[in-house]
Nanobody
C-alpha cells in the first residue's frame, strides 16, 4: 500500500523559508509523478506544484512561481518542496500526492483527480 508522509511545516514570518518533505513507502517513486497541493482555511484545495518522473519537468501555480521549488531524491524515496519568500497567503495545509498508475514520463499532472494517493498534510503558517 502506498503511503505518503509530509513533514517540515511550521510557523514562519513573512519572507521566511521552509522545506517540506514527503517520504513515500510502498512504492519506488522514481517512475511516478509527484504533486503538491494546499488548502487555506475556509477555502478549497488548490494545486501548487508537480514534478514529472522523467526529464525533471516541473509545473507551478502562478501564485508560487519563482518562490517555490519541488525536487526529488530517488535514493531516499522522498520529494521536497522548498518554500521561499513566504507570504501570509501561503498559509494552509500542504499535501503531497502521487497518481495511482504511471503517467507518461514527461507529464506533470495538475488536477486533483489525477492523483490517487495523498499524505496527511503538514501545516504552514506565515505571519505578517
Amino acid at each position: 500500500q502506498v503511503q505518503l508522509v509530509e513533514s517540515g511545516g511550521g510557523l514562519v514570518q513573512t519572507g521566511g523559508s521552509l522545506r517540506l518533505s514527503c517520504a513515500a513507502s510502498g512504492r519506488t517513486i522514481s517512475t511516478y509523478a509527484m504533486g503538491w497541493f494546499r488548502q487555506a482555511p475556509g477555502k478549497e484545495r488548490d494545486f501548487v506544484a508537480a514534478l514529472s518522473w522523467s526529464g525533471g519537468s516541473t509545473y507551478y501555480a502562478e501564485s508560487v512561481k519563482g518562490r517555490f521549488t519541488t525536487s526529488r531524491d530517488n535514493a531516499k524515496n522522498t520529494v521536497y518542496l522548498h518554500l521561499n519568500n513566504l507570504k501570509p497567503e501561503d498559509t494552509g495545509v500542504y499535501y503531497c500526492a502521487t497518481p495511482g498508475a504511471r503517467t507518461p514520463g514527461w507529464r506533470v499532472p495538475r488536477g486533483q483527480t489525477e492523483y490517487d494517493h495523498w499524505g496527511q498534510g503538514t501545516q504552514v503558517t506565515v505571519s505578517s
